[in-house]
């Protein structure tokens, strides 16, 4: 994805067990952050740091999802334990994690694996892409979001 491009298609499984797809969404600002695994800690704080700034961002408008591919039933049960207020989502075959370019290899302890990078998108009213966070570090991350969107 880079800056210009719209917004891709694909259907993500919303906690509820409910389908819907990335072009539904178009029609108000959209961020699409990508996480690695729910109930980690990392993603723990950074679903409670987006939750935290959730009013303000509907008050601009914007809606905020959390992507993983975390199964439907374990975001229901991570929403509902850290009583987040962000929509989550499972990209549970990983299409959408791909038309993104963040199911990249990863190490840890020196073994190679395929995992979710954590990375942000925001995208206008009109789909297209207007900022994106690669690499994402959780601390402060929320607030630079909502700081980009216009007041």
Do not use: N
Not at 48 to 60: H, K, M, P, T, W
Not at 114 to 137: C, H, N, P, Y
Request: with cysteine; net charge neutral; glycine share 10%.
């Amino acid at each position: 994805m880079e800056i210009g491009d719209t917004l891709p298609a694909g259907t993500l499984t919303a906690a509820d067990g409910r389908p819907f797809a990335l072009a539904d969404r178009v029609g108000r600002p959209l961020v699409l952050y990508f996480y690695p695994k729910a109930d980690t800690t990392g993603c723990t704080r950074e679903a409670q740091d987006f939750s935290a700034l959730a009013e303000q961002f509907r008050g601009r408008g914007a809606a905020v999802i959390g992507v993983s591919r975390d199964t439907p039933a374990k975001l229901l049960r991570f929403a509902e334990k850290h009583a987040l207020s962000v929509e989550l989502a499972s990209d549970h075959d990983g299409s959408v994690c791909e038309a993104f370019g963040v199911w990249v290899e990863k190490q840890m302890y020196g073994r190679s694996y395929m995992g979710i990078e954590r990375a942000t998108f925001l995208f206008d009213a009109g789909g297209t892409l207007v900022s994106q966070w690669r690499k994402v570090k959780v601390a402060g991350h929320a607030a630079a979001v909502l700081s980009a969107l216009p007041s």
